[in-house]
């Protein structure tokens, strides 16, 4: 007489074999893909314009067409201008050289003595002095001339234009 492991065991193995059949695809469902289960997705890796899918059985790779990606924001506008011995000297000149409203800006002022950059109109201030530049970055959202000075000494050292 069998013991009562040995029946346990059959008994498992039982179950697993009518799991096995109730819990497999039928022959209809392979064959016809909408009948088909969607994969459980472990993890989803998107490259250009290919997607790999990684699903508990298999790596599926699905090439799709993507929409064209939106062009990349527009590149920082640096203008660099120095202060030395009462001259303002420039990488070019601010007033040749507008800007459109949108466009992020940065000014590198360098100067010989210390005082504050000031940019009139969006009334941003930054310490300057020898050996410490003042840098000035802001996205241009107003439009018109804005005078950029050294506010202790009252002189202005350029103009901003800001188009729409």
């Known amino acids: 007489m069998p013991t009562r492991a040995v029946l346990l065991v059959l008994a498992g193995a039982a179950v697993l074999v009518?799991?096995?059949v109730v819990l497999r695809p039928d022959d209809d469902a392979t064959e016809r893909p909408e009948l088909r289960p969607a994969p459980t997705t472990l993890a989803e890796t998107q490259t250009g314009t290919e997607t790999q899918t990684e699903t508990e059985t298999e790596t599926e790779t699905e090439?799709?067409?993507?929409?064209?990606?939106?062009?990349?924001?527009p590149d920082v506008r640096t203008f660099r201008l120095q202060f030395r011995g009462?001259?303002?000297?420039?990488?070019?000149?601010?007033?040749?050289?507008?800007?459109?409203?949108?466009?992020?800006?940065?000014?590198?002022?360098?100067?010989?003595?210390?005082?504050?950059?000031?940019?009139?109109?969006?009334?941003?201030?930054?310490?300057?002095?020898?050996?410490?530049?003042?840098?000035?970055?802001?996205?241009?959202?107003?439009?018109?001339?804005?005078?950029?000075?050294?506010?202790?000494?009252?002189?202005?050292?350029?103009?901003?234009?800001?188009?729409?």
């Open 18 to 20: 009518v799991l096995f």
């Open 63 to 73: 090439t799709e067409a993507q929409p064209e990606p939106p062009p990349p924001p």
């Open 86 to 164: 009462g001259n303002v000297f420039a990488d070019r000149d601010l007033r040749d050289t507008p800007v459109r409203r949108g466009e992020r800006v940065r000014l590198i002022v360098r100067s010989d003595v210390a005082d504050h950059v000031h940019v009139h109109g969006y009334d941003i201030m930054r310490d300057v002095g020898p050996g410490s530049p003042a840098v000035i970055a802001f996205r241009a959202t107003l439009t018109g001339r804005f005078e950029i000075e050294l506010e202790d000494r009252g002189l202005q050292i350029a103009e901003l234009e800001v188009r729409p």
